[in-house]
């Protein structure tokens, strides 16, 4: 299984950007697709974006509009960039080799009101 390494986390307030990479530890060019999800305390793990092979995008209902999934294939990373966040964005978000089922050790990411 591929490994996938996140970073980019931190504290920003209401309103700002913050931008995750995943690196993987091998090739994702081949990969099906590659997810991002997110989990906040108390609360079940959400699906947030996905990337096909083929580019076709997904998006969970809550960020549509705020966050954009792209890849880089050159570099075996995957990036989240995430506008107008909300005090509700704050989790821990997770990469995911959705069809290989690997995932990432998650990046925390804290929106402040």
């Known amino acids: 299984q591929v490994q996938l390494v996140e970073s980019g986390g931190g504290l920003v307030q209401a309103g700002g950007s913050l931008r995750l990479s995943c690196a993987a530890s091998?090739?994702?060019?081949?990969?099906?697709?590659m997810g991002w999800y997110r989990q906040a305390p108390g609360k079940y793990r959400e699906f947030v974006a996905s990337i096909t092979r083929n580019n076709r995008l997904g998006y969970g209902d809550s960020v549509k509009g705020r966050f954009t999934i792209s890849r880089e294939d050159a570099k075996n990373t995957v990036y989240l960039q995430m506008n107008s966040l909300k005090p509700e964005d704050t989790a821990v978000y997770y990469c995911?080799?959705?069809?290989?089922?690997?995932w990432g050790q998650g990046t925390q990411v804290t929106v402040s009101s």
């Open positions: 091998d090739s994702i060019s081949d990969v099906d697709a």
């Open positions: 995911h080799d959705i069809a290989g089922g690997s």
